[in-house]
């Protein structure tokens, strides 16, 4: 098979597997992005910065470890690998980064029983 066309299908597999990764995360990530960041528009330029680096990192490890062979499988396997790294180091990132900015449950506001009134822990 032509190198040119294992080469463009190895490029769409890998935005089509940064893309949904990037939409299966889009609502729970902006929610939590949004407490963090305390604005929509701060927590909507975090979530572009994650779609890119979602999109961006399979993309990358295609481009400089794709093999373009003359077997079709083989090569849609080898990118196959390649995105599914991609994305879980793209997702590990993201997780790892965001977790050390979401505050211990202790430092949390916590509710009374039968009030249903939040209290912090430092509240006198």
């Known amino acids: ?16 597997a ?3 990764a990037a939409y299966y995360l889009k609502a729970a990530l902006t929610g939590i992005l949004t407490d963090l960041c305390g604005t929509a528009g701060r927590a909507d330029f975090w979530w572009r910065t994650s ?3 979602l999109l961006g990192l399979p993309l990358l490890l295609v481009l400089f470890l794709g093999d373009t062979g003359d077997d079709l499988a083989v090569a849609l396997r080898h990118a196959g690998r390649l995105n599914l790294v991609g994305v879980l ?4 990132l993201l997780s790892r980064r965001i977790w050390k900015h979401i505050p211990p449950p202790a430092a949390l506001p916590q509710r009374q029983p039968g009030t249903g009134q939040e209290t912090t822990p430092c509240a006198s």
Not at 1 to 16: E, G, K, P, W
Request: net charge negative.
């Open 18 to 20: 940064g893309g949904l």
């Open 1 to 16: 098979m032509d190198s040119t066309l294992i080469f463009l299908l190895q490029v769409t597999i890998a935005l089509l």
């Open 51 to 53: 779609a890119i680096l």
């Open 89 to 92: 180091v793209a997702v590990g």
